[in-house]
């Protein structure tokens, strides 16, 4: 069965630290991948998307995320966080020919400390 | 000014009742769908219209039926309601032959079945 695995619900951590939130995913064939985002109060919005080409895939407010095909994963980076950076993070996946059905992982809740 | 707008945002009611979820979208978007929030933070998609045609129809019990008068709105209709229709519903669109095929998001309309 297809499916998207978020390995964290709950992170903390400290400004200035680093992130890395693990996506994995079950599917057979080309899939397109994306991170979407929910901040506190507001709607859900895309962080960054992963269709073809360099797998390591730049979005804004400085995140990036590594797709490596052999371990099924797409996981989202950032290097320095900001109290800002606090939200509720959503890894979709969706097999290439199936435009739509946009598959999301359980949600990692992010929380960052002053 | 909104782009993708559900009402309402919160709704109450009893099992076995009817009752409606709106979605309306400015952004001259082409295609809208319906997903459902379960309490384990699972987004699932339900349906999608493209054009005022259903393009998307996943596994959703018959008391679910979506109606899009035109492009800008889908509507939620659901009958009977259960006690396991308890979620949060996000309506979204999309441009479906847009390079982006980002998805825009409602804020969401949290159901409560007593």
């Known amino acids: 069965a297809q499916s998207v695995s978020q390995h964290n619900h709950h992170v903390i951590l400290s400004e200035a630290a680093s992130l890395e939130l693990g996506c994995n995913y079950s599917?057979?064939?080309?899939?397109?991948l994306f991170w979407y985002v929910q901040y506190p109060g507001q709607h859900l919005q895309l962080l960054l998307k992963y269709f073809s080409g360099d797998p390591l895939v730049k979005g804004i407010k400085g995140f990036e995320a590594e797709f490596i095909k052999s371990k099924f994963s797409f996981n989202l980076r950032k290097p320095s966080v900001q109290w800002s950076d606090t939200a509720e993070y959503f890894c979709a996946v969706r097999l290439a020919d199936s435009w739509g059905k946009l598959q999301f992982g359980a949600g990692t809740q992010v929380v960052v400390t002053p | 000014d909104t782009a993708v707008s559900q009402t309402p945002k919160y709704l109450v009611t009893q099992m076995g009742n009817d009752k409606s979820i709106k979605c309306e979208q400015n952004?001259?978007?082409?295609?809208m769908y319906w997903y459902k929030q379960d309490s384990k933070k699972f987004l699932k998609i339900m349906f999608s219209?493209?054009?005022?045609?259903?393009?998307i129809n996943e596994t959703v019990p018959n008391r679910f039926s979506p109606k899009s008068p035109d492009k800008a709105h889908l509507n939620l209709h659901i009958n009977s309601l259960e006690l396991g229709d308890s979620a949060v519903y996000f309506c979204?669109?999309?441009?479906?032959?847009?390079?982006?095929?980002?998805?825009?998001f409602g804020s969401g309309t949290q159901l409560s079945v007593l």
């Open positions: 979204a669109s999309s441009q479906k032959r847009a390079t982006n095929e980002k998805l825009f």
């Open positions: 952004l001259g978007h082409d295609t």
């Open positions: 599917y057979g064939g080309t899939v397109n």
């Open positions: 219209y493209n054009n005022k045609e259903l393009i």
